[in-house]
């Protein structure tokens, strides 16, 4: 059976990296009738937020991406906590020592320090040097009061290769590669002894990660076969770029999943935009859903470069979504999305809320600008002079219009004859009618919404303040 996994730490506000991983782990277990695992690595404790867990599972729980086995849907093969496993990593770390893969280490931090200064000084490789790799079983007894790691024992190969599923077979020289730790001082292991562990024991089969653990991939080989235990497949996603092709980090607000709620883009539009980074559908579309992509999705058809995170392309994307999506669906979208904002929030209760909504449905892209098309600014600016002469004369023009006459091609004609012999733009005639730079459409705003007394009152009133 397929099992796939994500890991997240609990340091922080849920990263959209995070989800996007998650995306490609889901969809894979689904479309193989496996199952999805969360497993939550928390062994970093200078790093832990309180909080950041739930927020972690509230993030896959909006876009519906919620884990077979994890800390609170349980399963057989638990904890799925990090800090609820030390003795099963104390239990391996005994047994790798004694497999011979690994080694205890007792150099002092000043050691390390002076060490890695003198390196840098002679532009060598930052790495540890194997001071303590061979020392004797008498040695080691006489020290192990004092405070000391498990290190890592990489063969010393220098060709040594590994399979990724996206980009083949990759070539590394052992040599280069430092004796990692794996058992910290304080007893908590590391992510490189700790994810393959969990990944072994929790019969992890494809392991979906982000292209920074590339690097990492020899070490944890190694130790798998020290354990002579079968490996899980590795498929290295590329990592999500900024347009100047950085990579997205933390420090960037869009990378914090709550910035996406916050700014009223829609979960199944966030995932199908993620969908497209560094994978194509077949057919060349880029309008999908969840259970589309669960039927295409394999990860081998990850492209490995880096795609560029283009929050305009979301925008766009999700505004497609926010157009096809019913009105009552939407109604309801943008209740919940309102509920906070007691100022605006009645605006739900008025008489003409599903009017107001089938308007401004067509010029949305996010739900947060609903209140800007519906609602004029707390601050409108006035007319100019020049406005208030313009105001007048299309004032003039829109009064000649009855009532039986205020129709949408009447009003129209006469919007269009007024721009035509005055020599302003249809912009311009929409300040004038509104007082606001954009908005509603203008003619049905006009018929079905504010009626021919409000707007030549609004517009009298305008052009002579």
Known sequence: MVRTRIAPSPTGFPHIGTVYQALFNYSFAKRNKGLFIVRIEDTDRARFVEGAEEKIFEALDWFGLSENESVRAGG????????????????????????????????TKERLDALRSAQHAAKQPIMYDGQCRDLTKEEIGSKMDEPHVLRLKIPQTQKFTVTDG??????????????????????????????????????????????????????????????????????????????????????????????????GFLSEAILNFLALMGWSHPEQIEEFDLQEFIKLFDPKDLKPVGPVFDLTKLEWLNGIYIRKMPLEILKKRLEKFYRNDREFSVIFDSKHIDLLIGLAQSRMKKLSEFRNLVNAPQKQRGFTDEEKEQGKELLNVLEKINHTDWREDIILNHLKNFRDQNGVSMKTIYFLVTGKEQGLPLIETMVKIEGRDQVLGSLRKRSNE
């Open 76 to 107: 057989e093969l638990g904890p799925y906590k990090q800090s609820e496993r030390l003795e099963i990593y104390k239990k391996f770390a005994k047994e790798l020592n004694e497999l011979g893969g690994a080694y205890y280490c007792f150099c």
């Open 166 to 263: 996206i980009r083949g077979d990759i070539e590394f020289d052992l040599t280069l590669l430092e004796d990692s730790v794996l058992i910290k001082s304080d007893g908590f292991p590391t992510y490189h002894f700790a994810v393959v562990i969990d990944d072994h024991l929790m019969e992890i089969t494809h392991v979906i990660r982000g292209e920074e653990w590339i690097s990492s991939l020899p070490k944890h080989v190694v130790l798998y076969d020290y354990f002579g235990w079968q490996k899980p497949l590795f498929y290295h996603t590329p990592n999500l770029r900024n347009p100047d092709k950085s990579k997205l980090s933390k420090r960037h607000g869009h990378a914090n999943v709550d910035w996406y709620k916050d700014e």
